[in-house]
Structures are given as structure tokens and as C-alpha cells.
């Protein structure tokens, strides 16, 4: 059976278990290498300011939010939103603070007339080729739309693939094989009439401010493969349609601001890498003497956006992509940077991830610790102020989800069933260290340096990464501890004033997620081996 397998993998928890499921498992304690590591924060060594961590519905909330009991629903919602702490003290979820809305293309409309074989990676539109909405559409995304409302996320951000199928040159939610955007001539300012009118009566029917729009997608790429919706563009198509929504938005009174980039690798951001006018986004978009220049339009948020993928292997080239991105966004004052989207693409081998690349769940800490490298170097190296993971929900055999769903539907028939009763959601330990950041690293805070004995990022992505956050309005100091290696090690924070001189730390391991543990002395931390622990303590 295909859940029984899942089972044997270790940290695998149940749809309604919020508690570690490997308390029969008889793990040995690792070394600890006694030698303490001093460390110290500078309160006055500001970095960037967080604007969010979050996820994308794309797809499959979409069928789990309408066809699903509302039940399961609201345990996947509790997971992925939750500010809320159980009677001990453990976060009940991993308080996403913020949710990326996917408005879609029309291929669901189509059926398998739209050639996107697997139904669950299909989406409707609200608007129809005779010109009408339809605001009751998308009714399983806009149930997780609310529920993140009501669970306190606090940023939401609406983005897009393709033009609507009726305005794309083939009539489909794919793209054409040549590189540019798949729209029919002249048709791109009813493109973008189309999203801001999604954005303003989503505003007004579910009573959620879109803070952000995000209107291309890894234009770098092939999308004529039709596995999903997608479209490529050029720098000139992007920069046209960028200036028609910051006019209409405009216009119309919205406060949305439009996040450009979601380049498909971060190389594209920098440099050029191919000579198709495709790359090099950051000095094409905000040098102000471009012609294809954004920086002075309205609602046009100073950020540029791009993908982790195809940048994490080996550690050094980690380290080196980071760095190259963070001294071009240097050369343009004011400019931050959002790292939108990623999962696992590479192929860095069985040390690092199970069965060696994206391939095969894993619900457990090889890979949950194999992102935390890529999340602390976005955070440190590139100070990026905003983190999302690609899709909250999966049903892949792959390494793609926050929560995992079993549903029997994998066939790319039209069932209407999705199996309302047998869908099955699992957790993840990938979930749970997301939440190490994103539960306590809330928007409005602040990054502050961390002084560590061996300030080498490359031996640090092989043993320790520590970061830090403050928050000035509550006190409140965080630190979020990465230990990829295989033993405990033992620190010593220094010359920082705390309420008690004591922090809390909550640990995503092997054998908890999140779970809260007893205070102990600044002086005596402790990051057990392969595990991710936030240290949360006030300032006096």
C-alpha cells in the first residue's frame, strides 16, 4: 500500500498529530563536542527588515479546499497558520505570516482539451472569453484565502502564470516554444485590466488586502511543455506590462504593489547568462537610465524577486551565487530582495537528500536541514527580508511540499470525487523547520549581526549557522540555530542583557517539531546535531 510505505520513513506524523511520532525510536545521542563555541549579537548591527515568510497554493489547495472535509481542512490550515501554542507551550503551526494567491489561467475551464494532462495542476479563471466574471470561481484557494486571514497571516501576495487562455496565441494556459510572452497581439493591456480587477474584487468579496502582486513567473524558462501553466517573457515585455498595472493600479486606487523578478534561477538577477534579453534584471529594472527601467512608477515595490533553484550545490557555489547577487542589489540603494520561491532541483547526493535529488518524499530531517542551509544563506548573504517555499500542499512523489497529501487521484481523469473521505495529509519535518523562522520571525523585525569564532559561511554550511532577529516594540531577541552536523555543539552567547539571562529554545529534530523545551542560561546553549532550534529570549 502506497501510505504504508511512507510510514517506515522516520518523523512521519499523522493528519492530526502536532507531536513528534518517533517516540518508540531508539536513536543514539550524538557527541557532544565539548569545546564552547563564543558567540555575541550586535543590537546595533541592523540588517534587513523581514517582510514575511510564506508558501503558494497553487493547484492543490484549490481541490483540498473544496472538495475536502472541512476537518482535514482545518488541521492542514492550523499547520500552515497557526500562531497558536498547545497547553505545553508548542506551536500548534508554523504561523506562515505570508500567503501567495495563485489567479490562474483557464486551463480547468478546458478540461483535457487543455493539454495539462494532471487535473490537480490546472486552474480556472475568473474571467470568461465573452468578457464576464465570475467571483464565485477558485472556491476551494479562496477557503484557504480566508483561513489564513482568520489564523492572523498578516502579508498576502497575488501572483500569475499566464494570460488567461482566451488572450494566449495557442489557446493555452502553456506557452508557445519561442521565448516571449504568450499573448495575442495587442492584447496585453487587457492582461493587465484583467489581474487588477482580481485583485480589486477579491479585495472587496473575501476582505483581504493584497499587499502584493506578482505578475510573471520564471520567464527564463520553456514553458511549452504543457506539464503546468506558464509563459516566458523578455525584459522589454516584462517592463511594458509592468507600466500598464502600475497606471491602472493607480488609477484605480489600489495600494497593491507590484514585486518583480520571480526569476527562475538567481544567476538571471545579476548577470547575463544567455544573450536572449532575459537576464541581467536588476540593472535592466532599477537603474533609472534603462529604458526598460521601473524604479520610478507607482505601486512598484523597490524589490527584486528570484528562485533558489539550480544555486544551493555544492555549499561553496551556495556561497558564491549569494554573495554575486547581494554586490549587484548593493549597487541600488534601497533595493531588497525575496527569495519567492523553491524546492529541491539539484541533484546533490544521498549525503545530503534521500535517493540523491528531488525525487521521493522525504518527510523527515535530511531534508528539512538541506533547505535550512539555503533559507539561512538567502537570510544572511543576499539579506533577503522575505522567504517562501514553493507549494504548501503536494501529492508528488517529491520532494515539492510543506504537507503531504495521499488522495488516490493521480490519473489525470475528470473523478469529482478527490477522495473527500480517504485524503490523507501528512506533516513534514521540512514544515516544521520552516517554522523555526517563520513562527517567531515576524514581519517588522529586524536581522542584527551574529559574531561567531569561524565567520567562514562554507565551513559554517557544513556544521553551525546561527542568525538573529530582534523585534524593538516587545524586546523580543531570536536566534535560529542550524545544525546539519553530526554532533551537539555547546555555545556561549556573550555581553547581551536578558530578562532572566535565559532563553527558551524550540527544536525541530528527528524526535520534535518545534517543541518547546525548558529554559536554559545564555551561556549554556546547546544545538543538538541535526536538528534546527530558535532560541526566543526578552531584552531587559
Known amino acids: 500500500m502506497r501510505n504504508s510505505k511512507y510510514l517506515q520513513i522516520l518523523g512521519i506524523c499523522t493528519l492530526f498529530s502536532v507531536t513528534a511520532c518517533s517516540s518508540n525510536l531508539e536513536i543514539p545521542e550524538p557527541p557532544v563536542y565539548n569545546k564552547v563555541r563564543n558567540i555575541s549579537v550586535d543590537l546595533n548591527q541592523e540588517m534587513q527588515t523581514i517582510d514575511g515568510f510564506g508558501a503558494s497554493d497553487a493547484w492543490r489547495c484549490q481541490m483540498v479546499g473544496k472538495y475536502w472535509p472541512e476537518e482535514k481542512r482545518n488541521q492542514i490550515a492550523d499547520w500552515l497558520f497557526s500562531q497558536e501554542v498547545d497547553e505545553n507551550g508548542n506551536p500548534k503551526g508554523i504561523g506562515l505570516s505570508m500567503w501567495r494567491f495563485y489567479i490562474g489561467a483557464g486551463s480547468t475551464e478546458q478540461g483535457l482539451d487543455s493539454d495539462i494532462a494532471d487535473e490537480w495542476r490546472r486552474s480556472e479563471c475568473f474571467l470568461s472569453a465573452d468578457g464576464t466574471y465570475n467571483w464565485n470561481k477558485y472556491e476551494g484557494q479562496r477557503w484557504f484565502l480566508k483561513a489564513a486571514r482568520d489564523r492572523g497571516v498578516e502579508r498576502f501576495l497575488a501572483f500569475n502564470l499566464s494570460a488567461p487562455v482566451h488572450m494566449s496565441i495557442n489557446g493555452k494556459g502553456f506557452s508557445i516554444k519561442e521565448k516571449r510572452m504568450n499573448i495575442k497581439a495587442g492584447m496585453m493591456p487587457d492582461y493587465a485590466d484583467f489581474l487588477v480587477e482580481c485583485i480589486d474584487n477579491l479585495q ?11 505578475p510573471v513567473n ?17 525584459n522589454e515585455e516584462i517592463s511594458q506590462f509592468v507600466k500598464l498595472l502600475s497606471e491602472r493600479l493607480s488609477k484605480k486606487g489600489l495600494a497593491t504593489q507590484i514585486a518583480l523578478g520571480e526569476a527562475g534561477s538567481i544567476q538571471y538577477l545579476y548577470k547575463n547568462v544567455d544573450d536572449e534579453n532575459i537576464d541581467n534584471q536588476i540593472d535592466d529594472f532599477w537603474n533609472p537610465s534603462s529604458p526598460l527601467s521601473i524604479a ?17 550545490w555544492p555549499v ?5 551565487h549569494r554573495k554575486a547577487l547581494n554586490d549587484k542589489i548593493k549597487e541600488h540603494s534601497g533595493l531588497k530582495y525575496w527569495q519567492t520561491e523553491y524546492s529541491i532541483l539539484e541533484s ?35 539579506n533577503a527580508s522575505s522567504w517562501s517555499w514553493w507549494t504548501a500542499l503536494t501529492r508528488a512523489d517529491y520532494k515539492d511540499g510543506l504537507v503531504y497529501l495521499d488522495d488516490g487521484t493521480n490519473n489525470g481523469s ?5 477522495c473527500k473521505k480517504d485524503g490523507f495529509a501528512r506533516d513534514s519535518k521540512l514544515m516544521w523547520m520552516l517554522g523555526n523562522y517563520s513562527f517567531f520571525v515576524r514581519p517588522g523585525m529586524k536581522r542584527i549581526a551574529v559574531v561567531t569564532e569561524t565567520p567562514d559561511p562554507e565551513k559554517e554550511g557544513k556544521d553551525v549557522m546561527i542568525s538573529a532577529y530582534k523585534d524593538d516594540s ?28 535565559t532563553l527558551i529554545p524550540y527544536t525541530t529534530s528527528e524526535t520534535s517539531n518545534l517543541g518547546k523545551g525548558a529554559a536554559i542560561k545564555a551561556n549554556e546553549i546547546v ?6 532550534v530558535t532560541f526566543v529570549g526578552e531584552l531587559e
Open 414 to 418: 475528470q473523478t469529482t470525487d478527490y
Open 527 to 532: 544545538v543538538p546535531a541535526k536538528s534546527v
Open 218 to 234: 520564471e520567464p527564463q524558462w520553456d514553458w511549452s511543455k504543457g506539464s503546468q501553466e506558464g509563459t516566458p517573457a523578455t
Open 474 to 501: 516587545s524586546k523580543k531577541i531570536v536566534l535560529v540555530a542550524v545544525n546539519v552536523g553530526s554532533v551537539n555543539r555547546k555555545y556561549n552567547l556573550q555581553d547581551l542583557k536578558l530578562k532572566n539571562q
Open 204 to 214: 472587496k468579496k473575501e476582505g483581504v488586502k493584497f499587499d502584493y502582486l506578482s
Open 316 to 320: 561553496k557555489d551556495l556561497v558564491s
Open 348 to 382: 546533490p547526493g544521498e549525503s545530503e537528500i534521500p535517493n540523491g535529488n528531488g525525487n521521493k518524499r522525504d518527510l523527515g530531517m535530511q531534508t528539512a536541514l538541506f533547505v535550512a542551509r539555503t533559507i539561512h544563506n538567502d537570510l544572511t548573504l543576499v
Open 296 to 312: 520610478s512608477l507607482p505601486n512598484v515595490e523597490r524589490v527584486i524577486t528570484g528562485h533558489s533553484y539550480w544555486s544551493v
